[in-house]
T-cell receptor, first 115, second 110 residues
């Protein structure tokens, strides 16, 4: 497809389980971002990749969160030992180039619910 | 933490009316962007205004930026029911990072 694709769209997990969320960015986009969006709030930055390099992971809430983009295309956000406060929508976005004056293209997100 | 505050938090108008949303931010910026989010969907980029620009138009959208007051406004003219969504401003410094506000929920009544 032409847009950013995220899977699964919905994920329900029990507290303590590990989850993996996938993002397929727009082909050829250099930059890839992960955001966390709580209900009724704006997205909050988690991490940024430029090609396969993770240049910024300052927004990751704890060391239970891990992201990778090994071949500079598809990215996976992994959350280990999930907790209830991890429940949120996780959004992936990509942009064509490396600089900040670029619009970001978002996927529809993965809604994660931790029971 | 979020950079900006949108005002109002929620807005309800009749179809055909204009809708104005405001955004304030705290730090210096390279550009400011507005996004729309329909319920259960991702964000869609609407418009980007650079720090050296004061006003920008795109179709029925008009964005202003006042860097001295650290504020921006988004005007949607002749609103339609399909404009019902949440609208977010996002600021970018000289790097790649976008910092989003908390959004305005717009309801356009048919």
């Amino acid at each position: 497809g032409a847009g950013v694709s995220q899977s699964p769209r919905y994920k329900v997990a029990k507290r303590g389980q590990d989850v993996a969320l996938r993002c397929d960015p727009i082909s050829g986009h250099v930059s890839l971002f992960w955001y966390q969006q709580a209900l009724g709030q704006g997205p909050e930055f988690l991490t940024y990749f430029q090609n396969e390099a993770q240049l910024d992971k300052s927004g990751l809430p704890s060391d239970r969160f891990f992201a990778e983009r090994p071949e500079g295309s598809v990215s996976t956000l992994k959350i280990q030992r999930t907790q209830q406060e991890d429940s949120a929508v996780y959004l992936c976005a990509s942009s064509l180039r490396r600089v900040g004056n670029q619009p970001q293209h978002f996927g529809d997100g993965t809604r994660l619910s931790i029971l | 933490s979020q950079q900006g505050e949108e005002d109002p938090q929620a807005l309800s108008i009749q179809e055909g009316e204009n809708a104005t949303m405001n955004c304030s931010y705290k730090t210096s910026i390279n550009n400011l962007q507005w996004y729309r989010q329909n319920s259960g969907r991702g964000l869609v980029h609407l418009i980007l205004i650079r720090s050296n620009e004061r006003e920008k138009h795109s179709g029925r959208l008009r964005v202003t930026l006042d860097t001295s007051k650290k504020s921006s406004s988004l005007l949607i003219t002749a609103s339609r029911a399909a404009d019902t969504a949440s609208y977010f401003c996002a600021t970018a410094d000289s790097s790649y990072k976008l910092i989003f506000g908390s959004g305005t929920r717009l309801l356009v009544r048919p």
